[in-house]
């Protein structure tokens, strides 16, 4: 059973909640303060954390800044009106995903499931070719464990992150249009936010250097500008 973390000062949200999210096998535990769900995240055994923008002690920004210094478990933000600042933040700072406030509970839950999907690893195959390891000069990316080195250094990527750099590495060479890559990602809400293309791609390439990969097509889009070799390579 998968186990979600609420940080949330509604003290009458975390039990209605935890008891729909029981219904798709998840247990979800709920911290009233930042610094509860700080130190509940540090016990470890939380696979994606939901964080509300307005917290006493320090907004959901500052929460997220503080997990990600350390911490790579998927966050949810919880955002008041859907507001596209809060969203830019947010995804700058390394959530995975937003919902707006308020939200059906079904919402909630389909968006933890599916960064959940993204961060499980495929199930091994026995082929003794394994097509699912994506290799380029100085780049090799493991479909099945989610696992990106760079230069034969692991590098920590957010799930948005490494399904953006998986959508580039299976077609070398292809622009793909901000509109494409949201259809990809985020299927029908693509026309929501196409800015969320650019901060993605930007936290990306800081994460990748020195390799300078990534590149921008004016009025195209984006194309990863490595040639593949083999996985033996």
Known sequence: MH?????????QLGGPLAAYFARFDMALEHCLRPSDGLARLAQGGIDAAILDVMLPEMDGFALCRAIRKDNDVPIIM???????MDRVVGLELGADDYVPKPFEPRELVARVQ???RRRAPAAPKAAAADPNQLCFQELRIDVDTRTVQRQGEAIDLTGTEFDLLLLLARAPGKVFSRDDILNQLRGHEA?????????????LRKKLEP?????TLRNAGYTLALAPRSAAA
């Open 191 to 203: 026309e929501l936010y196409t800015r969320a293309v650019d901060i993605v791609v930007s936290r």
């Open 3 to 11: 186990r979600i973390l609420l940080i949330d000062d509604d003290t």
């Open 114 to 116: 599916t960064v959940l």
């Open 78 to 84: 919880l955002t008041a009106r859907g507001e596209v």
């Open 211 to 215: 390799l300078d990969c990534i590149k």
